[in-house]
């Protein structure tokens, strides 16, 4: 997995490559815990050439999503596959995230 | 049997000798230590309760390998010691002692000088460390609890460490005293207190060598006992009362109840067995073979003409070594080692001759270091040994080896001999990390200049680098020589400064350079010639390099060896946690198959026979794997074990769940996605809440697989209260089908739908066949990525 961050007005957006897995899921979450202790609030967690996030994946987004909104920020999700997307309705993890197609629709009113 | 001295550390005398016992009495005492005497080494067992400090035996009493066995097992963190008269000498009896564990042996006078000094040398002092050794003063513990299951956890590790205390507690005793108290726990905070947090739970627990015993009692009415059938048995299942008492009865060697059944008394055994003899070393100790060794090593390094001797049974003195050139004794030349208990001593030849001195003395220290470094190692290796014996099933994973003798002890012994024969002002060892290419500082001796502890290999400015790069002893007075920046760091006249790099020479015979020693400065008056000395260091490069590796090596395998057994024992301990399906065979055609990533794993299922003919099935999925997982697993199957059979909606079970597990999953960062339905055949209906769990699926007759969509988020998500559950119908036959994401993964519709398919072509087979199926499809879909893999298929 790779990701890169960049910003957009206030909102830090985090692509990621490749998989989110048990092997690489505590980079993810100490970089963006990072940023959040350096003021950033929104954050937008892009999966445009993500394939595949595991269990523990999942497990690292609920926990931020927990801790960014803690802080008075939000978590938002984009461009999951339809592979990803059907595994966030099945375990209705759909229902804690906002979730958008594509990173534009993501931002919109963000 | 004597009372316990409260309070006081005690010393345990065993002597018949009047003036024997009163000189030690008076010696122990002076040390502030409690003495307590006994007379003969026949039931000693009688004195297990007296936890003594220091334990001194009069060899007169004749113990042979029995009795030592016994003493050490019996005052395992003691300090044994033999004690002889002034006229005996049976080198047999202190060779048996030494055997088993016995530090030295005492002759007259023994007085409390003595054995300050013998304690201080084995950096055993009375005091050292207090909450240790109060700790290990009393056999009773007394804990009063709140009413809450996140106890339960730290009351039995606490039950479990006092334990260890004692050799006799293996893997059998611990493991069934950690599940027999936390149910004996749960069921006085869930039935006694009702869950009542106002309520206490009180322990009283008494360790002894034999078997534990622990009093568990609730702030409850009670209830009677007898009344609670054995669950096995037609009928009982759902009776709340059952509350693994059956469990209980199975695992601790006695139950008592009291008499108005709100306090139960279990004892344990411990796996006490009678003491082995071992068999003696070979005729030259392994202690001989490595003085030997080392001396070799220092004659050819010194040139020196230097003599191994040792006193042999009659006090006379025996040439070691060199073998092939004997020498006469000349007492008075003879420097002893000072490790207590050793009887060597080195000579050299010519006898007068000042260098020819001085490299024997050298010797002499380097042979006693080395032992005392031995020695530590052989501690550290039984003591390890004997924790890996006693195995904590979950909660020590995260517990360091912290007993393992440190390479930072090691060297700087070392490092202190170096500075004190060669005359330097300062002395440090740096360690070559590979991951980092960094030298990294090991250990120093003397006042340090640097304030850094890492210094990269490729470092221009450095002089161990230099050593290390080009692998070479880099001397500092040999002007000229240094590479521009170290000039400037160090100035046109730098101190004395030996760097020598540090290799390890592998028993096949390639060399490695493990890291650089540096010598630095000069104390007034020193006068070693710099090529004795440079030889010198190099000899001890070589002796470090072998310590640090062995050690490098020998912490590696212990780590793993003890990480394996670990991960056997709680995979064993896990598969037994899984319900036995054949016990059901009556009521439903039922099969699983649950295939952990690594050894343990999150992935469950548990079923259950509920009243009216209902039965309950449970699929569930940690999220991550190993320990963490396994701990959590562990503990919803004992939460659902409590409450399935009491609460009649998959919704509020999971409720009850959700408080049970919340502050453990948030801790950890894990969720759980969990399916809980209840097939009620009389209704023709079932009952379900399902946690975020994807694939759980009811067949039925020839319609395609239909999902049983998630009724809420996975379990563990803290703002999350609500549990939604379903209804639907169920048709005698149908066929109930739950698997984990490791079945799916990394593809979840294309591998699904592989795994659907042989479901739906195997439909109207046997369970069994349904689940093998599953797997097979799993298996030619492509390489899974590793996750626990679980199937379970329910037919009724």
Request: charged share 25%.
């Amino acid at each position: 997995m790779n990701f890169g961050v960049s910003h957009q007005d206030d909102v830090t957006i985090v692509e990621v490559t490749g998989q989110l897995i048990v092997g690489n899921r505590q980079e993810l979450k100490d970089d963006v815990l990072k940023l959040l202790e350096s003021g950033s609030r929104k954050f937008l967690i892009d999966f445009k050439d993500t394939a595949y996030i595991d269990s523990s994946g999942l497990g690292v987004l609920v926990g931020l999503s927990k801790k960014i909104r803690e802080k008075g920020g939000e978590l938002r999700l984009s461009n999951l596959n339809e592979d990803l997307r059907t595994l966030f309705e099945l375990t209705k993890l759909d229902t804690l995230f906002i979730i958008a197609d594509s990173r534009e629709r993501a931002l919109e009113e963000f | 049997m004597p009372g316990r001295e409260e309070g006081r550390r005690s010393a345990l005398v065993v002597s018949q000798r009047p003036e024997m016992v009163a000189e030690l009495t008076e010696a122990v005492g002076g040390l502030g230590l409690a003495p307590r005497v006994i007379s003969t080494l026949d039931h000693l067992e009688a004195h297990a309760d007296a936890r003594p400090w220091l334990v001194i035996t009069d060899l007169a009493l004749d113990p042979g390998d029995a009795e030592w066995a016994s003493l050490a097992q019996l005052f395992p963190r003691s300090t044994l010691w033999a004690v002889m008269g002034a006229g005996d000498c049976d080198v047999d009896a202190v060779i048996t002692a030494f055997r088993h564990g016995c530090l030295d042996c005492l002759t007259p006078p023994v007085t409390r000088e003595v054995l300050s000094e013998k304690l201080a040398s084995i950096g055993r002092l009375p005091g050292a460390k207090p909450g240790e050794l109060d700790r290990y003063m009393s056999n009773e513990i007394r804990l009063e609890l709140p009413s809450d299951l996140s106890v339960i956890e730290h009351a039995i590790k606490l039950l479990a460490e006092r334990c260890r205390d004692y050799r006799s507690y293996g893997q059998r005793a611990l493991v069934n005293l950690r599940i027999a108290v936390s149910e004996a726990l749960s069921n006085a905070i869930l039935y006694g207190n009702r869950g009542d947090r106002s309520k206490k739970v009180r322990i009283r627990a008494n360790v002894d060598a034999w078997a534990i015993k622990v009093q568990v009692s609730d702030e409850g009415s009670g209830f009677d006992p007898r009344r609670v059938p054995d669950p096995t048995s037609d009928g009982a299942i759902e009776e709340p009362g059952g509350r693994g008492l059956f469990l209980l009865r199975q695992l601790a060697d006695d139950v008592t109840f009291s008499e108005v059944g709100s306090s139960v008394t279990l004892t344990l055994k411990s796996d006490w067995e009678e003491p082995v003899v071992r068999e003696p070393e070979g005729p030259l100790g392994g202690e001989a073979e490595l003085l030997v060794d080392l001396m070799d090593r220092i004659r050819a390094s010194s040139g020196a003409d230097l003599h191994l001797w040792t006193e042999n049974v009659d006090g006379l003195l025996q040439h070691v070594a060199p073998l092939d050139r004997k020498t006469e004794a000349d007492p008075s030349s003879l420097h002893w080692l000072r490790t207590p208990g050793i009887r060597y001593a080195v000579q050299a030849q010519p006898p007068g001759d000042e260098e020819a001195e001085r490299w024997a003395e050298f010797a002499r220290d380097l042979l006693d270091e080395a032992f005392a470094y031995e020695s530590r190692l052989a501690d550290s290796r039984r003591d390890l040994a004997e924790r890996q014996e006693e195995i904590e099933l979950l909660h020590n994973i995260t517990e360091t080896l912290g007993a393992v003798t440190r390479l930072e002890d090691a060297t700087s012994q070392i490092l202190k001999g170096v500075v004190r024969v060669t005359g330097a002002e300062r002395a440090s060892l740096w360690i070559y990390d590979p991951s980092s290419e960094d030298l990294v500082l090991a250990a120093s001796h003397g006042p340090a200049r640097l304030a850094t502890e890492r210094v990269s290999v490729s470092s221009g400015v450095s002089v161990s680098a230099l050593a290390f790069r080009e692998n070479r002893t880099v001397r500092l007075e040999d002007v000229g020589d240094l590479p521009e920046g170290l000039e400037e760091r160090l100035g046109p006249t730098p101190e004395p400064w030996v760097a020598v790099p540090v290799s390890y020479t592998s028993p096949g015979g390639a060399t490695r350079t493990v890291g650089v020693l540096n010598v630095i400065g000069r104390r007034s008056g020193s006068v070693i010639s710099d090529v004795g000395e440079t030889r010198l260091l190099m000899t001890l490069a070589r002796q470090i390099g072998s310590a640090v590796e062995n050690l490098r090596l020998f912490e590696e395998i212990l780590s793993r060896e003890k990480l394996i057994g670990e991960l056997n024992l709680a995979y064993d301990l896990q598969m037994k946690l899984l319900p036995d399906l054949s016990e059901f065979t009556e009521v439903a055609d039922v099969a699983a198959r649950c295939v952990p990533a690594r050894p343990v794993g999150g992935d469950f299922y548990q079923l259950f026979k509920l009243s009216d003919g209902k039965i309950g099935a449970m699929l569930g999925d940690v999220t991550s794997h190993g320990f963490s997982a396994s701990l959590i697993m562990a503990l919803s199957m004992s939460v659902m074990g409590i409450y399935a059979r009491e609460t009649t909606s998959p919704g509020d079970l999971l409720r009850a769940l959700h408080h049970a597990l919340i502050q453990k999953l948030e801790s950890t960062e894990m969720f759980m996605t969990l399916f809980y339905g209840v097939i009620d055949p009389a209704r023709e209906r079932l009952f379900y809440a399902n946690a975020g769990h994807a694939h759980a699926f009811r067949l039925h007759g020839t319609a395609a697989p239909e999902r049983l969509l998630a009724t809420s988020p996975p379990l563990g998500i803290a703002e999350y209260g609500g549990y939604g559950e379903a209804l639907i119908q169920w048709a005698p036959g149908d066929v109930l089908c739950l698997f984990t994401d490791g079945l799916t993964n990394p593809s979840l519709k294309i591998a699904e739908a592989a795994v659907l398919e042989a479901v739906d072509r195997h439909r109207h087979d046997p369970a069994d066949e349904i689940v093998a199926a599953m797997f097979e499809a799993r298996s030619r879909s492509g390489e899974p990525a590793p996750d626990d893999q679980t199937a379970f298929v329910l037919r009724a």
